[in-house]
Antibody
Framework: QVQLQESGPGLLRPSETLSLTCTVS????????WSWIRQPAGKGLEWIGR???????NYNPSLKARVTLSVDTSKNQFSLKLTSVTAADTAVYYC??????????????????????WGQGTPVTVSS | SSELTQDPAVSVALGQTVRITCQGD??????ASWYQQKPGQAPVLVIY???NRPSGIPDRFSASNSGNTASLTITGTQAGDEADYYC???????????FGGGTKLTVL
């Protein structure tokens, strides 16, 4: 069963760059898409972006200018960099594995998307 | 549209059935996935791909879809089901991922 573990500094000063790494065990990172999600205290989930093992990425438009995702298949890891952080970036950051596909016929076809494995999350605080 | 809308809070009596809904244009093309999140814990996937439950998720959890609305139904609700529930899908452009705002389920 695949397991994910986030790691990185928990405290940053405003304007610094947040760098987090997600280590995947029990499975290969060389398949599937992998996502980052964050959750400010008491608030909902916000998708940050996703990356495929080839380096193909999708980013949340609201964060795209500050986010870079990368993948290291040799280490079975993928990483997040978020530049110019502010207090608004204070949150628990999660990594997750994407699951997607389609079901149906030519008449009735639906796609599906989910995140079926999550890391435990790592808290990040931005404070001066 | 790139939004999924959920009711902020729902309550249910112990042992009864509750339905949590999620609305959005993308749900006309995507089955919603559903996550349960208890305080201090990571979200857990409970339903995906129309009405599939990952291993370990009880069959008290089920899902349905109609038009732009997806529903998560919990039958015989237990005290341990009290949690926040989030729906999720790709957006209509297929390029981005979106979450509903979450529904806090209270078991009375």
């Amino acid at each position: 069963q695949v397991q994910l573990q986030e790691s990185g500094p928990g405290l940053l000063r405003p304007s610094e760059t947040l760098s987090l790494t997600c280590t995947v065990s029990g499975g290969s990172i060389s398949s599937d898409y992998w996502s980052w999600i964050r959750q400010p205290a008491g608030k909902g989930l916000e998708w940050i972006g996703r990356i495929y093992n080839t380096g193909t990425t999708n980013y949340n438009p609201s964060l795209k200018a500050r986010v870079t995702l990368s993948v290291d298949t040799s280490k079975n890891q993928f990483s997040l960099k978020l530049t110019s952080v502010t207090a608004a970036d204070t949150a628990v950051y999660y990594c997750a594995r994407d699951l997607s596909g389609g079901i149906g016929t030519t008449d009735t076809f639906y796609y599906y998307y989910a995140m079926d494995a999550w890391g435990q999350g790592t808290p990040v605080t931005v404070s001066s | 549209s790139s939004e999924l809308t959920q009711d902020p809070a729902v309550s249910v009596a112990l042992g009864q059935t509750v339905r949590i809904t999620c609305q959005g244009d993308s749900l006309r093309r995507y089955y919603a996935s559903w996550y349960q999140q208890k305080p201090g814990q990571a979200p857990v996937l409970v339903i995906y791909a129309k009405n599939n439950r990952p291993s370990g998720i009880p069959d008290r959890f089920s899902a349905s879809n109609s038009g732009n609305t997806a529903s998560l139904t919990i039958t015989g609700t237990q005290a341990g089901d009290e949690a926040d529930y989030y729906c999720n899908s790709r957006d209509s452009s297929d390029n981005h991922v979106i979450f509903g705002g979450g529904t806090k389920l209270t078991v009375l």
